[in-house]
């Protein structure tokens, strides 16, 4: 039986931290099933899904400690399962960009949940120009359930954007056929 666990690290950026942790799971016996790593001022971060038998995942945890004091590395590790797919008919990619805004986040995520609309994903950048002029450009990746119209959907989170003040494109990334 396959089991899941997920590795968060966060510390100072450097060269190497990747390796070592790539090569942390290839020592244990565990496969990358998932990863996504970035930096934020000067902070490494990385999420990696790892999956192994029973022995190979308890061994990753048991190991993941002192690799953490070695590389000077804050980790935190939870088991988890597969994910399942939920039915959805359709994949839409939303960038809202614009003037920086406090709350913008925290508005475009409700109104989301307040459509019933999957958050597969979250991408989010703000910048200063050279006149100090601060902009945002936030992206996500929406799966769209069952019984909700991709199209119907389209305009309103348009008409949502210029509410905001934002510019919006949106594009279909998927169409799922259903049997």
Known sequence: ???YLVLTAMGADRPGIVSRLARLATDCDCDIVDSRMAIFGNEFTMIMMLSGSWTSIAKIESTIPS???ELDLLTVVKRTSKHTLTNFTSRLEVVFS???QRGTMAAI???LADKELDLASVKSHAESDEDDK???QIQVIINVPEGI???AVTPEIEQFALKLGLESS???LTKIIQE
């Open 1 to 3: 039986m396959t089991n």
């Open 67 to 69: 690799l953490s004091v």
């Open 98 to 100: 614009g003037a920086d």
């Open 109 to 111: 995520t409700r109104f």
């Open 134 to 136: 601060h902009t945002q």
């Open 149 to 151: 119209s991709a199209d």
């Open 170 to 172: 949106i594009k279909q």
